[in-house]
């Protein structure tokens, strides 16, 4: 019974092969396209930066190491975050607080670290020589 039911699947497999015509796409065809568009950034105003943000694009060589980031920028200047960096067991989450403010552009940690913080309706995307990392807004507190 098992032979005659596969012989009856290849023979109807078979059957609609012949059904279907064939179709080459050209190359340019094949590329993948993304319909999601970037945003229109803008250099970052401190309203901009207030809130919860998680990470949904990291590039460069923060994308070496870490999976994910998370902040919370609170009005009063003052930041939390965590992020999944790899270690040396395998992922691990590091957190830190402390201090932030806007020089410009400019996004300053109070260690003294920099990057550029553009800002867009509900994303950061904040930059370094290093790279960039794109945080989509996930709550409005």
């Known amino acids: 019974m098992r032979e005659v039911v596969l012989g009856g699947a290849i023979l109807m497999a078979s059957a609609?092969?012949?059904?279907?015509?064939?179709?080459?796409?050209?190359?340019?065809?094949?590329?993948?396209?993304?319909?999601v568009s970037e945003p229109n950034w803008h250099d970052a105003l401190p309203e901009d930066v207030h809130g919860w943000f998680e990470s949904t694009r990291i590039e460069g060589d923060a994308a070496s190491s870490f999976l994910s980031i998370e902040y919370f920028f609170a009005a009063d200047g003052t930041y939390s975050g965590a992020a999944l960096a790899y270690g040396g067991a395998g992922p691990e989450f590091q957190t830190l607080s402390g201090?932030?403010?806007?020089?410009?552009?400019?996004?300053?940690?109070?260690?003294?670290?920099?990057?550029?913080?553009?800002?867009?309706?509900?994303?950061?995307?904040?930059?370094?020589?290093?790279?960039?990392?794109v945080m989509r807004r996930v709550d409005e507190h």
């Open 16 to 35: 609609c092969v012949g059904c279907i015509a064939p179709s080459v796409l050209a190359r340019a065809e094949r590329a993948v396209s993304s319909s």
């Open 99 to 133: 201090q932030w403010s806007l020089a410009g552009a400019d996004f300053v940690f109070d260690d003294g670290a920099t990057a550029r913080v553009l800002a867009a309706p509900g994303w950061l995307k904040f930059e370094t020589s290093g790279g960039s990392v």
